[in-house]
């Protein structure tokens, strides 16, 4: 039996990874590009180290407020 604690962990794991890919875009980036560019490093490497070192709870209210902000902002009024 699959125990909710287990499924909170791998969600988790997976919210993560966004954070991962944003760090190896960054140090992959050569001179030149957007991402070298003191401005967007220092945003990328705190908003990796944000989704990084998160604990699981607050991980998991920010990605909901940010659904929530997408859904509010992309709502078209006819």
Known sequence: MIKQDNVFACLAAILRLPGFFLLEKWLQSSEG???????????????????????????????ENIIGFILLTSYNHV
């Open 33 to 63: 590009e957007v991402w070298s560019q003191k401005h967007v490093a220092v945003t990328v490497l705190f908003g990796a180290t944000l989704l990084i070192c998160l604990p699981k709870d607050q991980l998991f209210e920010l990605f």
